[in-house]
């Protein structure tokens, strides 16, 4: 069974720090383009940061400098590093995946394609 499930997140204060995990099973994830997504109460969703087949990671421009994907293969884990937390930065944060190998994708292209996506994982920053 394809399943993403997303984890850590919480309630923080502005400049405090949270890590996200992605725990993925039922696909191979260690070649499948992926990435984070995020949606506000009453906006759209929107792309945090995706990394594609080949490692190559991109981020949406309110998360370089903040946020940091990584992934640990052994474990079949998707992470997201967020530092330096604003109350911009509060919403409902999601894990998503393309079963498949993509090289050279961005994240406009895996909201198009992914085909499997967490529940979600809440993030509040008050200030």
């Known amino acids: 069974q394809v399943q993403l499930v997303e984890s850590g997140g919480g309630s923080v204060q502005a400049g405090g720090s949270l890590r996200l995990s992605c725990a993925a099973s039922?696909?191979?994830?260690?070649?499948?383009?992926m990435g984070w997504f995020r949606q506000a109460p009453g906006k759209e969703r929107e792309a945090v940061g995706c990394?594609?087949?080949?490692?190559?990671?991109t981020y949406a421009d309110f998360a370089k400098g903040r946020f940091t994907i990584s992934r640990d293969n052994a474990n079949d884990i998707l992470y997201l590093q967020m530092n330096s937390l604003k109350p911009d930065d509060t919403a409902m944060y999601y894990c998503?995946?393309?079963?498949?190998?993509?090289?050279?994708?961005?994240?406009?292209?895996?909201?198009?394609?992914?085909?499997?996506w967490g529940q979600g994982t809440q993030v509040t920053v008050s200030s």
């Open positions: 998503a995946a393309a079963g498949r190998r993509v090289a050279g994708g961005n994240c406009a292209i895996l909201l198009l394609i992914a085909d499997t």
């Open positions: 039922g696909f191979m994830f260690s070649s499948s383009f």
């Open positions: 990394i594609d087949s080949d490692g190559r990671i």
